[in-house]
Nanobody
Framework: QVQLVESGGGLVQAGGSLRLSCAAA????????MGWFRHAPGKEREFVAA????????AYADSVKSRFTISRDNAKNTVYLQMNTLKPEDTAVYYC????????????????????WGQGTQVTVSS
């Protein structure tokens, strides 16, 4: 089992940047595919980005591609989401999640495939 704690959210103006972190407690962090999702009011929780266990493979939602970068440091048990050129429509609660199934597959886009979730961190982008 792994416990996830997100940090780094806040209020930023459109065009600005934020870096989210997700710290994992547990000795098996490197065995999890990690994902970021977001949940805006009135919308479904949606996929943002995912990274493979080694960090060599990544995937992004079309809406954030070229603006957001996911990375991980397995030595620090942490996954990051660098968010640049933020837009008001990026406003949401951002969650990190861990998938314990082996392999890298398109299931990383599906929230139901993830086994563990953090509590979320609020990101608000003002226009």
């Amino acid at each position: 089992q792994v416990q996830l704690v997100e940090s780094g959210g806040g209020l930023v103006q459109a065009g600005g940047s934020l870096r989210l972190s997700c710290a994992a407690a547990g000795r098996t962090f490197s065995t999890y595919t990690m994902g970021w999702f977001r949940h805006a009011p009135g919308k479904e929780r949606e996929f943002v980005a995912a990274i493979s266990r080694s960090g060599l493979s990544t995937a992004y939602a079309d809406s954030v591609k070229s603006r957001f970068t996911i990375s991980r440091d397995n030595a620090k048990n942490t996954v990051y989401l660098q968010m640049n050129t933020l837009k008001p429509e990026d406003t949401a609660v951002y969650y990190c999640a861990a998938d314990r199934q082996p392999g890298w597959a398109p299931r990383y886009r599906t929230k139901d495939e993830y086994d563990y979730w953090g509590q979320g961190t609020q990101v608000t982008v003002s226009s």
